[in-house]
């Protein structure tokens, strides 16, 4: 296959090599794609080095599949320029995520959905995808009718300038911030900009994507996305009210066989999720599994992954691998 990688210069570009190699992805040839300013600058992939070409050559090649991690104006742009070679475009950017003609995929949850007429295909976002993975398998038993999550999200998401901010406040250094505020023994209770209703674009995002993934416009999500001087991954704590009750032995047995989910989950031994471990990781980690006492059919878990692995890069190499096992490219 021939295969690029639009943002291969970025953070999440590089994991992406990293997830394709390591899977043993059927690379036959690497098209690394970025901005004009990296054209010409090398990668090396799988033990070969690559030279980074512009989009407009990359379209030129005709690649069979494209992983986008570009931001959503260079996908709004450059997406359907590929498709229109015939390249099938899995994009991590919120631009077509919420098109309606777009599928949103966890391949664990709906790549079933997925048809080879899909040339733009919608990556979700972070924090929605180590969510939806707990949420799916317990809305198909019992019905969710609301989740009310609170986030606490890795500085990763944010970019590389923001790793740096935190590392040079660890050194007591000046530098280049990403945030207004100090991430270093602080919780910015701010991630992405804030939209009219109250609420950041991120937080609208755990709720629209939720609903879009579930099939299910009854199931009513409110968030709160924090900010915290963590790099390993995404944590949440997230509660659910059922529209039946459950047996809690039951709900540990749906999400230990659920693909892609671990549970760590014994206060015995105080085991539980934490983004320390969860780094460099593919699985989503569940624990703290508790029935809400305040409240009936409802429940409390915390959920941790790697954001940039299965919430971003793993999961695009994982639509990716459904699409060659399922001849749709
Ligand atoms: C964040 N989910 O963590 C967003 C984008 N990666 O900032």
Known sequence: MKIAVVGATGMVGQVMLKVLAERKFPVTELLPV????????????????????????????????ALFSAGGETSLEWA???????????DNSSAWRMQPDKKLVV??????????????????????IQMVMALAPLHKKYGISRVVVSTYQSITG???KAVQQLENEYKGEKGEMAYPYPIHRNAIPQCDVFEENGYTKEEMKLTNETKKILKDDSVH????????????GHSESVNITF??????????RILKEFPGITLQDNTDV?????????????????GRI?????????????IVADNLRKGAATNAVQIAEYLVDNKLV
């Open 221 to 232: 999500v409110t968030a709160t996305a924090i900010r915290i001087p963590v790099v390993g």
């Open 243 to 252: 529209k039946n009750d459950f047996e809690l032995g039951e709900i540990r």
């Open 158 to 160: 944010t970019g590389v």
């Open 34 to 65: 970025a901005s004009e300013r990296s054209v010409g600058s090398k990668i090396s992939f799988n033990d070969r080095e690559y030279e980074v070409i512009g989009l407009e050559e990359a379209v030129k090649q005709k690649p069979d599949i």
């Open 290 to 302: 508790r029935r809400d006492l305040s409240q009936p059919n409802s429940l409390n878990m915390w």
């Open 80 to 90: 359907p320029k590929f498709a229109a070679v015939g390249t099938t475009v899995i």
């Open 107 to 128: 391949p664990e949850i709906n790549a079933s959905d997925l048809s080879a007429e899909d040339k733009i295909i919608a990556n979700p976002n972070c924090s929605t």
């Open 270 to 286: 105080n085991t539980y999720p934490m983004p320390i471990y969860a780094e460099g990781k593919d699985d989503v980690f569940i």
